[in-house]
Every structure is written in structure tokens, then in C-alpha cells.
């Protein structure tokens, strides 16, 4: 690929720049419309290549197949997936993405708000970046590398692969999911019309990482009950059910069992949304950990908390809801080692050194492994993702479009 050029960069330009933001709170699918604006412009974009059969469904879904030129009529189907939405903790409107040419190691300080700077301290990678073309936002918004960067990716592999049909490859299945930031990615996925064996995400973050190993993941949604009276004679009648629903809270260990304080492979439990009224109040929480059956403790001593703080509180009810959101896709891939060991092969043949590393979360990767597809997670570069500080290198994306076009080389080869 020395003498291809790339479109990834102005690819990912145009993309970062329609507003995708997922919704939270929206029950529909996807949870916001506006996700669609740019499911249209990429199948406008792979028809424009060529690939005759790309289009979206009614849930904003995008599918696209470049069909095998091997000579092996016994390949397995590989599909290649990133999601189009972008994270409600920043805002995602009116992004402006700034190319850096030749990152020099100094702060950037960003534009439109000058309080936000990004400097290698902060950001220890920045350091391995050095020469490097990097692209922010101008400080008011995230970026969108995540997933976009995962989007401009495929988007130039499948340019790059239709322009270039000396190389080799099985059928290609192309996916782009909507709404995988509020866990609900493949939700309305059609999994016999994606018809795809094996797969992998681009949805990593530092340059060589493959991801095959993701959280556990379950909901916990509790509800408290409690007793209203006039505020004027309500003297041993109230029981505020927002001041009851605050002491739990407050219960929760303060030096562990967190997000702020845990790391590597720790779990954690993250009061996530509090909601409530005087007869109310509602705490939502996320359950994490990398063994599924530490889930079980971890909700059983959420509910002890629970159950110790209404002891106070005898004539209140509640209700406490656990909800399965993903399981850890280790446990499929392990069951079929390959998948990841040819993404390894295909970053060392582009002089990558690579290794599988561990997810502090989860990707699409995790439910479609249990889905049927074996799916681990390749690098596209995106860094400092859900915040205004959030950059991608061109270069990082560069590198895992080379490790793609191996990649489907391997398969073609090994199968």
C-alpha cells in the first residue's frame, strides 16, 4: 500500500462533523434520528465504490458485501463492524475537527476554548505520537474518533479492496451499527441477514491493541417508596424517598467497588442516573466485572446495602431489578483462538508488535460473540474518547486499514 492514497483522514473529517450523539433516554431505535443522517452518506459513498447491494434498514443499520474473488469456494464470511453514534457525556453538535500536521510533543491548546489543553502528561501516548498527524476538536465538543475513526477505517479498506482486486480475500461483510453507546448496538440486528462466521469490531484505541476480552455486564435498577404528607403537619408521617434513596447512596463504599477507584482487571459498581420525588426515587447502576459470576456478588452486596439502609425505614418498599446487558466475549473466543491470532499475524506483517489486551467496558464485540460471531476488537487510534480532549492520529488509522487488508489475506490463506 506504500503508493495508495489514503482517504481515511478526509473521510473521518466529513464524518466527525454529522451529529450522531445516542440518546439515553430515548426508548426508540435508534435513539436518535439523526444517527441516520449518517448511515445515508455511507451508503451513498459504498454504492459509489461499486458495492451494488449496500443500503440501511428501517433501524438505521447498514449493510454492504464485497463478494469473494478467491478461488476457495469454502471461505468463511469475515465482517467488519463499527458503530456510527457518538456519546452522550459530551456534546457532539457543531463538532469542528482540527488536523495537527507533525504533532511537535508540545500542548495543544484548543481554539474555541482555551481552558482545554492537551499535553502529553495528561496523556502519556501523546509522547509515542510525536510526528504524527493528530486531528481534535476545537474544544467545546468531543471529536467522534469513537467509533468514527472505526467508520473511515472500513470505509477506506473497502475503498482500498475494490480498487485493488489482485488481493486475495473471502466474502467481506461490511456492518455499521447505530446506538452502540447506550448499549443497545445490536438490538435490532438481523444476524441470519448479516450471515457472517467470524468478525472484528474497530473500536480500540492505542496503536497494535486487539481486544478479546470485555466486562460482564448487567444493570441494577432500584426503586424506593416513599410516604407523602402535607410538608405543613407531616411531623412522623413523611418519609422522603429522595432522602432515603441519597443515604444509600452515600452507603457505597467510598475507597473501592468504583469507577475512580479501580483499574485493570477490578470490577465495580457506578450509580449511573438518580432520579426521584417525595413518594419516588430512582438509582440506576452498571455491574462490572471481567468474571461473569462475581456479577452475582456484586448485586447481592448492593441489595445488603440496600436492605440495611431501610431497616431504618420499616414501612418503606422497594424494588430492586437486575437487568443482562453483555458477557465477556473471551469466553466465546477462546472457543476459537484464530480469530484473534490472525489479527496479531496481520499487525505483524505491517511491523506492528501487537498482543490481546483487556476492554474496561464493552463493544458490540461482546454481544455479537455471543450472537454467533466471534468478534475481538482492532485498534483505530481513537484516544481520550467521551471528552472534549479526545484525538485520533492519521497515521494509527492508517495502520489498521494495512492490518485489514493482511487481514482478509490471512483468512484467504488459512482457511
Known sequence: MNNYKYTVEERFVKYVQIDTTAD?????????????????????????????DAHMDEWGYVYATIESN??????PTICFCSHIDTAPDCSGTNVKPIVHRN???????????????????????LKSKIGDDLITASGLT???????????????????????????HGKIRILFTPDEEVGRGVEQLDMKKLNADYGYTLDGGTLGSIEDESFSAD?????????SAHPGYAKNKMVNAIKVASEFVAALPKNEWSPETTEKREGFV??????????????SFIIRDHITSKLTEYEDRLKNILIDTLSN??????????????????????????????????MKKVGINSEATIIRGGTDGSRLSFMGMPCPNIFTGEMAIHSRHEYVSVQDMRKAIQTMVELVQIWEKHS
Request: charged content about 25%; proline content about 7%; hydrophobic content about 35%.
Open 24 to 52: 439515553p433516554i430515548s426508548p426508540s431505535f435508534p435513539s436518535s434520528e439523526k444517527q441516520k443522517d449518517l448511515s445515508k452518506v455511507l451508503v451513498e459513498e459504498l454504492l459509489e465504490m461499486g458495492i451494488e
Open 103 to 125: 504533532y511537535d510533543g508540545n500542548p495543544i491548546t484548543l481554539p474555541d476554548d482555551a481552558t482545554q489543553i492537551i499535553t502529553t502528561e495528561r496523556h502519556p501516548y
Open 219 to 227: 444493570a441494577v435498577t432500584v426503586t424506593i417508596r416513599g410516604i
Open 270 to 283: 457506578h450509580p449511573t442516573s438518580f432520579e426521584g420525588h417525595l413518594e419516588e426515587a430512582t438509582v
Open 70 to 75: 478467491s478461488d476457495n469456494n469454502d471461505l
Open 142 to 168: 468531543l471529536l467522534g474518533a469513537d467509533d468514527k475513526a472505526g467508520v473511515a477505517i472500513i470505509m477506506d479498506f473497502c475503498h482500498y479492496i475494490v480498487n485493488n482486486p489482485q488481493i486475495k
Open 313 to 346: 425505614y420499616p414501612e418503606l418498599e422497594y424494588t430492586f431489578k437486575v437487568t443482562e446487558q453483555y458477557r465477556n466475549m473471551k469466553e466465546v473466543l477462546d472457543t476459537v483462538p484464530f480469530v484473534t491470532d490472525y489479527a496479531i499475524q496481520a
